[in-house]
């Protein structure tokens, strides 16, 4: 191999290294915190006939300043005989994620179940989804944090990159 070409590949080789190490924080763990209110659900509820329960929710989502960054969405399901009032219900839920206010923004997509009063989350406990996209899987955990508003944080233990030395 002829030697510049060697050594224009060592040095770009160098380049990417160095510029990997400088611009990532080197911590395999990205958390994003979101937020949302009950307010935010404009008169959405669940609808109940004789034989299911089911909900179809969809509300923007803020960052810490109040600036709507995406928009989250729940597609639910519960068996009518655990949907008495006041109550705890056993609910499916399939949730989605989208990062970014345009198109093609980051989405994920993944379920869960829950259970809560009435539906909703109860104040205070983790209500916990594994989601998965084109950026990879992540954890959202959304916690109703009181005061009609939700917290929601987006976690992924995997590092969105690579290096390989051969």
Request: charged share 25%.
């Amino acid at each position: 191999m002829n030697s510049d070409l060697v050594h224009k590949v060592v040095c770009l080789a160098k380049k990417k290294i160095t510029d990997f190490l400088e611009n990532d924080d080197c911590s395999d763990e990205k958390e994003q915190i979101f937020y949302y209110t009950a307010g935010d659900f404009l008169g959405q509820d669940y609808e109940k006939d004789q034989n299911i329960t089911t909900g179809r929710f969809a509300v923007p989502i803020t960052d810490g300043q109040g600036k709507t960054v995406g928009q989250a969405s729940w597609d639910s399901a519960g068996h009518p005989t655990n949907t008495k009032k006041g109550q705890l219900w056993s609910i499916h839920e399939s949730f989605t994620i989208s990062i970014g206010p345009d198109h093609n923004s980051t989405t994920f997509s993944g379920s869960a179940q829950t259970r809560c009063i009435d539906g909703f989350y109860d104040e205070g406990v983790e209500n916990k989804f594994t989601v998965f996209g084109r950026e990879g899987k992540r954890s959202v955990t959304i916690t109703n944090i009181g005061d009609r508003e939700n917290k929601m944080t987006s976690r992924s233990t995997q590092s969105t990159r690579q290096v390989v030395f051969k």
